[in-house]
C-alpha cells in the first residue's frame, strides 16, 4: 500500500534561518507531489507541485522554493524564513483523482 | 480570486441530526469535486467524492449533492456523531494542465454536540 511521510511534525525557527521540510512517498511510482499551506484561519493554498524528478511548477510568488531531487522525495525550502512563513504546511501525492495528504508540518517562525 | 467558497467557518449540530455544509463554486471547467476531513495538527482525509456527470453519491452515513446549474455542492451527514467535530474542506479539480490541481474552500468548522 501506498505511504507518505513527512517531517518534522512541529518546527521553531527564527527569522531569517534556513529551513528544510521533506516528503517522501513509498509504494508508487511517478507521483505528482504537491505541497500545501494552511495558514491561520485560511484555507489550503497550493504552493508547489511536481509531475516528475527535477520538474517544479510554482504557483504563489513567495519566499519558498521546492526540490524534487528523487522520483518520491520532495522538499520545501527556504534561506530565508520571514514571519510571514508560519503555517501548517502539508505535502500530498495524487495519481489520477485521488490526493492523499501527509500528516503536516507546523511551522512557528520566531 | 476565490473559486471555492466555503461561506459558513462554522457549525453546530446536535448528535443525531443532519449535518449540512455547503460549498459554492464559480470555474464552470471544474470536473470533479472531494470533501476532506482535516482534525487538528493532521493533513487532511479524503471523506467522498462525485464527478460532475453525477447529482449524486453516498457512502454510508455521508451524501453528497452536486447542483451544476447552481456551481453548489453539499455535504450531507445522517445522522451526525460527535466524532465527525473537525473541520471540512470543498475542493475542486480540472482535468487541464500537467497535473491535476486541487483548489480548496476555506473550510467549515464542524462540532457535533453530544
Known amino acids: 500500500s501506498q505511504t507518505i511521510h513527512q517531517w518534522p511534525a512541529t518546527l521553531v525557527q527564527p527569522v531569517g534561518s534556513p529551513l528544510s521540510l521533506e516528503c517522501t512517498v513509498e509504494?508508487?511510482?511517478?507521483?505528482?507531489l504537491y505541497w500545501y499551506r494552511q495558514a491561520a484561519g485560511r484555507g489550503l493554498q497550493l504552493l508547489f507541485y511536481?509531475?516528475?524528478?527535477?520538474?517544479i511548477s510554482s504557483e504563489v510568488p513567495q519566499n519558498l522554493s521546492a526540490s524534487r531531487p528523487q522520483d518520491r522525495q520532495f522538499i520545501l525550502s527556504s534561506k530565508k524564513l520571514l514571519l510571514s512563513d508560519s503555517g501548517f504546511y502539508l505535502c500530498a501525492w495524487s495519481k489520477q483523482l485521488g490526493y492523499t495528504f501527509g500528516s503536516g508540518t507546523r511551522l512557528t517562525v520566531v | 480570486d476565490q473559486q471555492v467558497k466555503q461561506n459558513s467557518p462554522s457549525l453546530s449540530v446536535q448528535e443525531g441530526r443532519i449535518s449540512i455544509l455547503n460549498c459554492d463554486y464559480t470555474?464552470?471547467?471544474?470536473?470533479?469535486f472531494l470533501w476532506y476531513k482535516k482534525y487538528p495538527a493532521e493533513g487532511p482525509t479524503f471523506l467522498i467524492s462525485?464527478?460532475?456527470?453525477?447529482d449524486k453519491n453516498e457512502d454510508g452515513r455521508f451524501t453528497v449533492f452536486l447542483n451544476k446549474s447552481a456551481k453548489h455542492l453539499s455535504l450531507h451527514i445522517v445522522p451526525s456523531q460527535p466524532g465527525d467535530s473537525a473541520v471540512y474542506f470543498c475542493a475542486a479539480t480540472t482535468n487541464s494542465g500537467s497535473a491535476r490541481q486541487l483548489t480548496f474552500g476555506s473550510g467549515t468548522q464542524l462540532t457535533v454536540l453530544p
Open positions: 509504494g508508487t511510482s511517478n507521483p505528482n
Open positions: 462525485i464527478s460532475s456527470i453525477k
Open positions: 511536481s509531475v516528475g524528478i527535477g520538474q
Open positions: 470555474n464552470s471547467m471544474f470536473d470533479y
